[in-house]
């Protein structure tokens, strides 16, 4: 085989792996008020492989998923005393041993591939609990309470993190 067939037959191979280990992008959303909260991320499969104290460390900021995590809100919140403003965001997740962190980042598009902490809006803490099951694609849930009060949670292997939220009602209706 010539050098550039090899070559040739290298980046085949590498685009065919790509394309396979691509995932299709996962969306979870709720509509409290008449207004729309969205998630989008990607969901990779744990495949056998320990995922938390394993493939990714304590104490590290994490993406859930392998990409960004995409987060719309068309109404003011507040997330667990957090104020987010309407608009466009980045989820990061702070896991630790015993309580994870979500980070709300004003940093969104290409440049949230990588974590940059001078771009965090806030950071709240997450309810931590065991999943009844292991947990094999990565999960992001959005749950409504009612027009005002929602939940948003993370499964993946045996660990459920979430962290309440609530349209701020104050600034929702300003004549107040």
């Known amino acids: 085989m010539t050098k550039s067939a090899f070559i040739c037959v290298v980046v085949i191979l590498s685009l065919v792996t790509l394309a396979v280990g691509q995932q299709a992008l996962q969306e979870a959303s709720v509509k409290m008020s008449g207004k729309a909260i969205t998630v989008k991320y990607s969901a990779p499969a744990m495949g056998g492989r320990k995922i938390?104290?394993?493939?990714?460390?304590?104490n590290q900021v994490w993406r859930a998923g392998t990409g960004p995590v995409a987060f719309h809100t068309e109404a003011d919140l507040e997330v667990q005393g957090l104020s987010v403003p309407k608009g466009d965001y980045t989820l990061f997740v702070l896991p630790d041993a015993l309580e994870w962190q979500l980070i709300v980042s004003k940093q969104t598009g290409p440049q949230?591939?990588?974590?940059?902490?001078?771009?965090?809006?806030?950071?709240?803490p997450m309810d931590m609990k065991k999943a009844s099951a292991p947990i094999e694609n990565l999960k992001i849930t959005m749950t409504s309470f009612g027009s005002v009060a929602g939940k948003l949670e993370i499964g993946w292997e045996t660990t459920l993190a979430s962290v309440p939220f609530n349209i701020d009602a104050v600034k929702a209706n300003r004549e107040w």
């Open 52 to 58: 938390f104290g394993g493939v990714v460390p304590f």
């Open 112 to 124: 949230a591939a990588s974590y940059n902490p001078q771009m965090d809006l806030g950071r709240v």
